[in-house]
């Protein structure tokens, strides 16, 4: 029995409520039969960008705030429409159809490769999240990124950005959601990389595509297992076979498939020990780092477990690689939360903790909540762009990232000042802001996880559901002690910078007063016991036939929630008694006096340094050389070979029109020539050779005449 | 009735015409060469004519019209003869080479 048991009564919801509102759904309507216009709008506009951006007013912008702006639309209304009624639909065009199958009777392709729209609870929220905080970011941005030298090309990039998540999130099927997820790749290393100047910023767009790579390639090979076991690509055929029992070969290879799958989740999440690239990330344009820690990116991997969560949820499928989930995502809230700590680069300190609450919402995902999960990436969504731009307002005004070039800037930018510390508080998880709802429900999932209806249990792990509870508390300490210190460092004290800092155009602090609006009401929702539409609309009512798998909150868990707003709070009065009162120097004050920490978190725990000796340097140097040595040997050999091989035919060419040609065209004229020479002898003027000829040719003729008849009769 | 004789005949007058058309230089020589080809076709023509001619004996009748038009044809040859060799003081074929030119 666990020990959270003594905190008090546990109430959570039983599976009959989602059950019955699985049979009123919306299944059809022009507004969902169109939603292929979600992703399409953006792909399309990013071309547009491209080739016409420059020509127009605003150089492209009023494209990409178009077509981000037509998606948030869309999904604001699919949004209260899945709220208020429930939404399931899919929408499908055959592309491609491989091979031939015979199923039972029928004869079917074998591998069919279809463009689809999914509309449904957990793709509305997406397009939703999408839309939304991408329309902020890219009003913000064309204030950002006035004077940018790439302004349009940036622009072209990011509308690339959002429409490649919105092709993933869109997929009815792994083959598009692959597509999708590398669409978002390539678009994160454009804009990653987007001051290419910068040798840093270059080198962490490929760090960051590399590190992804490991997990497409996982993905990949999850998705071919899955796939093939299955028959099909297709999402619903996957989660029929997972409703029809563990008999089917996908229960054989769904270990291997499940982990191959969330290894991929783990790339674009950016799960330890995958995770290294995101920090690095920060080099890009910050508008980027909001939108990447928000809404599109990193939420993907998240995306991904949520719509194969009946693999990973039923027993006899993947259900085993949830204790892999669980493991990852509770290493990485923690020690992920723990690194922010020691940052001095505002940017990082948010990365950080964007890795420390995506380890939340993988560790929910991997304890079965599927809704506080999501519910968190939702949340989440609102403050952390919230936090990314009033940070990037700040380094806007303070042309530096470094924290200690900042410092009471609350009284030159109180509009950023206001809404990053609504942000910050919302991050820390402070009643009533969204992220204490979202957080408190995966808190008291975990701890439901751990109960005795509760799947660590059923499974023997009960000590392991107490020890992520545990974890998992500790990280809200930690997630509120250093907000503080980063609004501590950033707004208060003495201004350390140079020049006078002065508050971002309005372009800039709209949508920073939007978004705190979002952060202070989207945790409202969802409270236990009072409103459950995002359960309802995400949740119970996706996976009909799987809604005993997905456990929320029926009534706030008060035990929980008041630990959790406890650690929070101590957070941030330590936080407070640290940083406010400015009165150590940093790095002591970074170093809590603990001997070796301040080393091991400054080094990242020496996971970047294992890589970069381990696995970057010892393959940089052969790979290196391997490259130049084909470089001077393959290709130069296939380049002098293609020069050799063009002169010899040019070559070829000469002597054939020197020889050939030439030679056939004097032969006619000499042959011409010779003929006519010869025929004039007998143009002689002489009547009598005439006449000879002409007595000749008679009599030849007669000859040949009599001869003829001769034979013939 | 053989005609094999009168054949032979007309192929021989025949042969003699054509060599004395071909070889001789003069033109009144090379006209009457011509009229012995012409004799040997009339001959041919009534022999012809006489083995299996019928009541109208069209074959007699074409002789006398190609002696009509023979003595026409000398006629004419022999002026055109002699306004050459007015011209040009040869009735030598040979040098009658002006369509060469």
């Given at each position: 029995m666990s020990v959270f048991a003594a905190l008090g009564p546990l109430v959570l919801a039983t599976a009959e409520e989602g059950a019955e509102h699985a049979a009123d759904l919306t299944t059809s309507g022009p507004l969902l039969s169109a939603a292929w216009l979600i992703p399409v709008v953006p792909m399309v506009l990013t071309f547009a960008i491209v080739f016409w951006g420059k020509k127009l007013p605003y150089r492209g912008w009023e494209l990409a705030v178009g077509s981000m702006g037509f998606v948030a639309l869309y999904g604001i209304v699919l949004f209260f429409m899945n709220m208020s009624q429930g939404i399931t639909y899919e929408g499908s065009v055959t592309l491609a159809e491989i091979g031939t199958q015979a199923l039972g009777d029928n004869v079917g392709s074998a591998l069919v490769f279809e463009w689809g729209w999914m509309v449904d609870g957990l793709s509305i929220m997406m397009y939703f999240v999408v839309g939304v905080v991408g329309t902020l970011v890219f009003v913000y941005a064309k204030g950002y990124m006035e004077g940018d030298a790439r302004y349009t090309w940036f622009f072209a990039s990011f509308t690339l950005f959002g429409g490649g998540m919105l092709v993933l999130v869109s997929a009815p099927n792994l083959i598009q959601l692959i597509v999708g997820w590398e669409l978002v790749g390539v678009a994160s290393w454009l804009l990653i990389g987007h001051y290419w100047e910068d040798h840093d910023a270059s080198s962490s767009a490929i760090k960051a595509f590399l590190t992804n790579k490991i997990g497409d390639a996982a993905l990949f090979i999850g998705a071919i297992i899955v796939g093939l076991s299955v028959g099909s690509f297709r999402f619903t055929d996957i989660m029929d076979v997972i409703a029809s029992g563990s008999g089917s070969p996908l229960s054989r290879f769904a270990f291997w498939g499940g982990v191959a799958i969330f290894i991929g989740a783990m790339g674009k999440s950016a799960q330890f020990p995958l995770h290294v690239?995101?920090?690095?990330?920060?080099?890009?344009?910050?508008?980027?780092?909001?939108?990447?820690?928000?809404?599109?990116?990193?939420?993907?991997?998240?995306?991904?477990?949520?719509?194969?969560?009946?693999?990973?949820a039923v027993d006899g499928f993947a259900d085993e690689v949830r204790w892999v989930i669980i493991a990852?995502?509770?290493?990485?809230?923690?020690?992920?939360?723990?690194?922010?700590l020691v940052q001095d680069d505002i940017k990082k300190v948010l990365a950080y903790s964007t890795l420390s609450q995506l380890g939340y919402m993988v560790t929910a995902m991997g304890a079965g909540a599927y809704t506080a999960g999501l519910f968190h990436l939702f949340t989440h969504a609102f403050f952390k762009a919230l936090l990314f731009l009033g940070a990037g307002s700040v380094i806007h005004a303070v042309h530096s990232n470094n924290m200690s070039d900042m410092g009471g800037l609350r009284r030159f930018m109180p509009k950023t000042y206001s809404t990053f510390v609504i942000g910050a508080l919302a991050l820390a998880g402070i009643v009533p802001l969204a992220g204490f709802w979202s957080k408190d429900e995966i808190l008291a999932s975990i701890r439901f996880a751990g109960s005795a209806d509760g799947y660590t249990v059923a499974q023997g792990g009960a000590w392991l559901a107490d020890f992520v509870l545990v974890v998992a508390i500790a990280g809200a300490?930690?997630?509120?002690?250093?907000?503080?210190?980063?609004?501590s460092l950033t707004f208060f004290g003495e201004y350390k910078?140079?020049?006078h800092p002065h508050e971002s155009p309005n372009v800039m602090t709209y949508p920073l007063v939007a978004l705190a609006g979002f952060s202070v009401v989207a945790g409202l929702i969802n409270i236990p016991g009072v409103t459950s539409l995002f359960t309802d609309g995400v949740g119970a009512r996706f996976f009909a036939g799987f809604?005993?798998?997905?456990?929320?909150?029926?009534?706030?868990?008060?035990?929980?929630?008041?630990?959790g707003t406890l650690a929070a709070a101590a957070g941030i009065l330590i936080g407070y008694r640290i940083w406010f009162e400015d009165k150590e120097t940093q790095r002591a004050r970074d170093a809590f006096g603990v001997p070796l920490l301040y080393p091991l978190l400054r080094r990242k725990y020496y996971i970047d340094d294992a890589y970069f000796y381990g696995v970057v340097k010892p393959l940089r140097e052969p790979v290196a050389r391997g490259v130049d040595w084909f470089n001077g040997h393959v290709i130069d050999l296939v380049v002098n070979g293609a020069g050799f091989l063009a002169r010899a035919a040019g070559k070829l060419v000469y002597l054939f029109d020197q020889r050939a040609l030439d030679g056939a065209i004097n032969a006619s004229a000499g042959i011409t020539s010779f003929g006519g020479g010869r025929l004039r002898l007998l143009q002689s003027g002489r009547v009598q050779q005439?006449?000879?000829?002409?007595?000749?040719?008679?009599?030849?003729?007669?000859?040949?005449?009599?001869?003829?008849?001769?034979?013939?009769? | 009735m053989l005609i094999s004789q009168f054949i032979v005949l007309g192929a021989g007058l025949f042969s003699l015409g054509v060599y004395g058309v071909l070889t001789r230089r003069n033109a009144v020589l090379?006209?009457?060469?011509?009229?012995?080809m012409l004799a040997a076709v009339n001959i041919n023509m009534v022999a012809f004519d006489a083995a299996w001619g019928d009541v109208l004996a069209g074959g007699q009748i074409f002789a006398l019209f190609i002696i009509a038009v023979a003595a026409a044809e000398v006629g004419i040859g022999l002026a055109i003869v002699l306004l050459i060799f007015r011209n040009r003081q040869s009735a030598n074929v040979d040098e009658l080479d002006l369509l060469k030119l």
């Open positions: 690239w995101l920090p690095d990330a920060m080099a890009g344009p910050t508008p980027v780092s909001a939108l990447m820690h928000a809404a599109t990116m990193v939420t993907a991997g998240v995306y991904l477990i949520a719509r194969m969560f009946p693999f990973y990852v995502g509770t290493l990485t809230l923690f020690l992920t939360g723990l690194i922010a300490f930690v997630t509120a002690f250093y907000m503080t210190r980063a609004v910078g140079d020049g809604h005993e798998l997905e456990h929320h909150a029926e009534s706030l868990d008060l035990g929980v929630a008041l630990i005439y006449a000879t000829l002409l007595f000749a040719g008679t009599v030849l003729l007669v000859a040949g005449f009599v001869i003829y008849n001769g034979l013939t009769t | 090379i006209l009457l060469s011509v009229e012995l």
